[in-house]
């Protein structure tokens, strides 16, 4: 079932009980991170719990973590978190001393308008976020209102479920996302586009693509080398190298290895394809310093999530130390 957004209950709320309740600069007495860390460590914090002030304590307290990207907490996804709820949130991130690395909203998951149906396109709610595409503008509104409630200049978005044939739909696509990037550009607003298996951009070679069709500032990339992993690519250094450097806005952590059989499943960080020390190193080079957000999606044999983020985290914090970015 699709509910509906109301910028009403969404945004007006936001506006005055949650900032009458914790204030706007709040979060900007928070310590920055140690000038000797190359990246803000970062996790998606219901890749550890739902329990979203106990996701926080792990991040803070065991992680190390500055940052953390939110998606989901308390069992609802972040866009249909109430004033209550946020206005929550937030004294929480005050409380373990976290900065919010990026807004994980679904913006533009969903279907093209026209095209043949695409086989991605789930038939049940995703991290419970069942917009339609007639909400998408809504949701890009409330999702930077969103942004500046919490203290952060990146918002993640995506491009569409992926087409077996998008040539005759890429125009319209890339135009839609310069639109955004441009309402994104009036609020101070970083869209990071992330490359997604089941997107239209999916790829390293993909996310180059689409950077080239829509040069803006506001519009980056959310690079996520084990989803490009998934589809055959070589991220790192084959993936990498296709990129425009300075339009990396946000990196994603996970791996993956490949079956026998064919195809890919994930892996803790470290035990999967991806030389992530490598990688580490060259965007450390190549002036990246914004956050590197772990996204276990990998599970351990009992299905735990805190348990698999523990072991991945492990891996990603021996990688960035091994590169020496820790």
């Known amino acids: 079932m699709t509910v509906s957004l109301s910028r009403r209950r969404f945004v007006v709320g936001l506006g005055t009980a949650a900032a009458a309740a914790f204030p706007v600069d709040a979060l900007e007495s928070m310590p920055e991170p140690s000038p000797r860390a190359a990246f803000k460590l970062s996790v998606i914090t219901?890749?550890?719990?739902?329990?979203?002030?106990?996701?926080?304590?792990?991040?803070?307290?065991?992680f190390g973590c500055t940052h953390v990207e939110l998606r989901e907490?308390?069992?609802?996804?972040?866009?249909?978190?109430?004033?209550?709820?946020?206005?929550?949130?937030?004294?929480?991130l005050e409380r373990y001393k976290l900065r919010v690395a990026?807004?994980?909203s679904p913006l533009f998951k969903v279907d093209w308008p026209g095209a043949p149906a695409s086989k991605f396109s789930p038939p049940r709610d995703v991290f419970k976020a069942d917009f339609t595409f007639e909400q998408q503008d809504e949701l890009l509104e409330h999702a930077l209102d969103l942004a500046r409630t919490f203290q952060t200049e990146r918002v993640r978005c995506f491009d569409f479920w992926r087409l077996e044939d998008p040539k005759s739909y890429r125009d319209?696509?890339?135009?839609?996302?310069?639109?955004?990037?441009?309402?994104?550009?009036?609020?101070?607003?970083?869209?990071?586009?992330?490359?997604e298996p089941s997107?239209?951009?999916?790829?390293?070679?993909?996310?180059?693509?689409?950077?080239?069709?829509?040069?803006?500032?506001?519009?980056?990339?959310?690079?996520?080398?084990?989803?490009?992993?998934?589809?055959?690519?070589?991220?790192?250094?084959?993936?990498?190298k296709l990129l425009p450097k300075n339009r990396i806005g946000h990196v994603h952590c996970k791996d993956v290895v490949r079956k026998p059989g064919g195809g890919t499943e994930w892996a803790p960080v470290g035990k999967g394809v991806i030389d992530f020390v490598g990688m580490f190193r060259a965007l450390k080079k190549d002036g990246y310093r914004h956050a590197v957000s772990l996204e276990t999606h990998w599970r351990n044999a009992a299905g735990n999530p805190e348990a698999s983020t523990r072991i991945s985290m492990a891996g990603l914090r021996d990688a960035l130390s091994r590169a020496g970015a820790l």
């Open 172 to 195: 319209a696509i890339d135009a839609k996302l310069k639109k955004a990037a441009a309402k994104a550009a009036k609020k101070n607003v970083i869209l990071v586009v992330e490359n």
């Open 73 to 92: 907490m308390w069992n609802k996804n972040l866009m249909r978190a109430d004033a209550k709820e946020v206005s929550e949130a937030r004294r929480l």
């Open 199 to 240: 997107c239209n951009t999916a790829t390293s070679a993909e996310a180059a693509r689409l950077l080239a069709a829509v040069q803006s500032s506001s519009l980056m990339l959310n690079w996520d080398p084990g989803n490009a992993a998934s589809r055959g690519e070589t991220p790192f250094p084959d993936g990498y």
């Open 102 to 104: 990026c807004i994980a």
């Open 46 to 62: 219901d890749e550890i719990s739902q329990d979203f002030g106990h996701a926080l304590e792990v991040a803070s307290k065991e």
